[in-house]
């Protein structure tokens, strides 16, 4: 059954790493060690860098033997070197990407603002397009109630003279009858003649008789009259009528096409108005998503930023501990005065 790592086993494989001339590492170091998780070893190698600078300062926490050969020394000065070039490369790789992604971040934050900008412009005119075709929906909306007035206007001309029309019928029909009531006063008073005429003299018959001739003929006149006055009134009330009806259904028809003009304007306003609405609050709910993309990209931005300086604090202190460990490794090479010449150089003087 396997078992965890312990911080010994970390330390030790990344003591190994450096003596390598390798720069210790999450991956190098469970590489080196054969088994452990990221989670695990990431703290024991964090102590690890932490104690470093204290254990360079101790001679023997690296030394294996108490002289080290100048060449294995060289070897030891030359791998630290390419050390710290792979690990300064590493910092300057790292720090390229950063700056081509924020580079890159701020690109799009530019072109996200550009389109929201234009998008902003498209909904301006488009807002302006409509308030153009509300007020050219509220001209035509006046000018079918100028003429819906006038055919109000018409209408009371036309009920105006359909009252007078009524009026006129009414005199020709009181006409009538005055000529109805003057023909029946013309027959009594025949009759009541005639009577007289029967009673009277044998000798004034005749002259009776031709006066009765005259009447009669008056009264056909008079019938005749009468008849031609009742026609002609007949004539003029049914004239009257049927233009009455002409004027009605005309007078109707306006009204119905002012009704479906009105209908019609009505529904276009309410139509660009709901539209206005619509555009209105694309344009609202637009800005406020730009706003919100600027806050999560300045935080992004932000983030990004803070991520670079840490790793730049980081790689810096580990530049001083390899820099502090190889002048460390460059003193151990560096052979110390014998006792010998010490006590010599004393018996001398």
């Known amino acids: 059954m396997a078992t965890g790592i312990t911080e010994s086993d970390v330390w030790t494989a990344a003591d190994a790493l450096l003596l390598e001339g390798a720069r210790p590492t999450i991956e190098r ?91 902003a412009l498209a909904l301006a005119a488009r807002e302006d397009d409509m308030r153009l075709s509300l007020a050219v ?32 019928l009414a005199e020709s029909r009181a006409a009538e009858q005055a000529l109805q009531a003057q023909a029946e006063q013309a027959r009594d008073a025949h009759a009541q003649a005639q009577s007289a005429l029967e009673s009277r003299h044998a000798a004034h018959e005749r002259r009776w008789l031709n006066e009765l001739d005259a009447e009669r003929s008056a009264a056909k006149r008079l019938q005749s009259k009468l008849d031609e006055a009742v026609a002609e009134g007949q004539r003029k009330a049914a004239a009257l009528e049927t233009e009455l009806a002409r004027a009605g259904e005309r007078l109707r028809k306006a009204e119905r096409e002012a009704q479906a003009r009105f209908a019609e304007q009505a529904a276009r306003l309410t139509r660009l108005e709901a539209e206005l609405v619509s555009a209105r609050s694309a344009a609202e709910q637009a800005a406020g998503n730009a706003k919100e993309r600027e806050a999560s990209l300045e935080q992004l931005r932000s983030a990004a930023e803070t991520q670079a300086t840490a790793l730049q604090a980081r790689i810096r202190a580990q530049d001083e501990q390899l820099a502090a460990l190889t002048r460390h490794l460059m003193m151990l090479t560096t052979p110390a005065p014998a006792a010998s010449d010490a006590t010599t150089g004393q018996g001398s003087d």
């Not at 690990?87 to 790292?94: G, I, N, P, S, V």
């Not at 909306?141 to 029309?165: I, K, T």
Request: cysteine-free; charged content about 30%.
């Open 29 to 119: 170091v469970r590489q080196k060690i054969g088994r452990g998780s990221p989670n695990t070893v990431s703290p024991y190698l964090e102590t690890w860098f932490k104690a470093l600078g204290a254990r360079i300062r101790d001679p023997r926490a690296f030394a294996s033997q108490e002289a080290v050969p100048d060449p294995v020394a060289q070897a030891a000065a030359r791998l630290w070197d390419a050390a710290l070039e792979l690990a300064r490369a590493e910092q300057t790789a790292a720090q390229r990407d950063a700056q081509a992604e924020l580079a890159a971040q701020r690109q799009a934050n530019a072109d996200e603002a550009e389109r929201l900008r234009q998008h």
């Open 137 to 168: 929906a509220g001209t035509q909306l006046e000018a079918a109630e100028s003429r819906l007035r006038a055919a109000e206007a018409q209408l009371r001309q036309r009920d105006a003279q359909w009252d007078a029309a009524q009026a006129q």
